[in-house]
Every structure is written in structure tokens, then in C-alpha cells.
């Protein structure tokens, strides 16, 4: 018997893909990295402190949601030079990533990640009213990788899951937390206050944050149901740019 992560009750706990199982069958091979070692290997990440009450009734419901958005938007790359019009429910959307993000936490056993998370529990399971934080999603392109020795270009593509914590460096830096979680070419930041702050706190971050060398996306809001990403607004899979992220946290 354990304390359920979402619920808190003590019942048996059952096997919780970090990534949703509808999600990882869609992929070939799904490389994780483990921090503790540095290393890549081949396979599906779970944990075991969710009950089964949780995990097929409740939970189930934002994978499910997630694949359809899958299918719907983030299965095929977005080229360079292209635009991108993304229809969403807000609620459904930031409940699943902040799943995703909390289960990656637990899993890494990182406790400032799992702490920041724990205030959004309820809210991941039972939607409703949740304390203030941030979503932003910022669309990365296929690029050309151009050879200095005579071989082939290459092109890099964001194919992949990756959730990490962004390695935040402005503004701030020690109030707020910036969780990625990307999917192919979508990829959605969460920023999570560390503990409750004001409105002028957040406007001050935000500033920051927007200004910051990494490209932060566009604000996903709650009242919006879509939103239009013009050309100018997404970036490319830029090695000296992004390559940092990508060996953070499980991929």
C-alpha cells in the first residue's frame, strides 16, 4: 500500500506511464535519459505511487485527450516558413501537460520539482479553479544542418518527448520554474511559481522571460480556444540554440 500521488489516499499503487501509453505507441523507440546517469536507453519510463482509481478513471481521460491532440496537430513536423493554427481546450491541455510534467519530477526524484507540482495536484485531477501560473507554446521547425567537410547536409528534425527543466537563467530565476514539455515540433513551457506571487512579480518575470537568449513561444490563454502562430513567431532546431534541452530530463 502506498499515499497516492494525485489523491492521497492509501490504496495499492499501480504502474503510470510518465508519457501516455497512447502517445509512446505511436513511436518506434522511445529513448529516455536518465540524469542520475547521463545516460540514453531504450524504453518507457513509469512510476508506482498512483492508484488505479486515479490512473484509469480520472487521469485516462487527459491521455486520451493528449492522443487526439496527437493526431489532430503534432504527429507531422512543421517545415520552416510555415504557420501554424492550433485549436485547443485550455483546461484539458494544461491538466495533461501538468501530468506529465509532475510524473517526470516524481520520476527523477528532483524534490523542488515535485514540490512546485504538488500545489497543482487537485487541479490536474479534478480541473476547476487553479492557483496562477503560465502557459506558452513555442512551435520549432525542421532545419538544415550544413556540413563544413564535404558530406551530405543533414536535416534535424524536433522528432521526440521531451520534458525537462529549462535551465531559466533571467529575471527571477529563483521564484519561478520553467517546465518544458514538448511533443515533435510543439513544444509548451509551464511556468510554475515556487510559491505564490503577485501580480507585479509575474509581470516582472514575464518581461524577463520573454527577453531571455532561449525563444520563449506565445501565451496560451485561458479564455482562447485557438491560436494563430504566424512565421515569424516559431524557430528552427538550431543545435547551439536548443541542443541543451534535449538532454534534460526523460525524452
Known sequence: MT????????RPGTKEHIWPSALI??????HTYNPRTDKFYVGDPVIKDVCAICNNERLSLLDSYLSE???AYFERLVEPGESVSFRY??????????KISYNSSRATGNKRN???HQRFVRYVLNG???TKLALRLQVVTNAKAVSLVGEPDSILRPTALRCATLAYTGTLER????????INSFWFYLVLPCKDEPDHKWAEFLRGFTTWATPSGVPLHRRSESIHIPVEKTTYMHPTLLGSLLRAGPS
Not at 505507441?25 to 522511445?30: C, T
Open 3 to 10: 499515499s497516492c500521488a494525485y489523491c492521497g489516499e492509501c
Open 25 to 30: 505507441n505511436k513511436y518506434e523507440k522511445l
Open 69 to 71: 491532440l496527437y493526431d
Open 89 to 98: 481546450n485550455y483546461e484539458n491541455l494544461l491538466r495533461a501537460l501538468l
Open 114 to 116: 515535485v514540490a512546485a
Open 128 to 130: 476547476g479553479y487553479c
Open 175 to 182: 521564484r519561478f520554474m520553467v517546465r518544458l514539455v514538448g
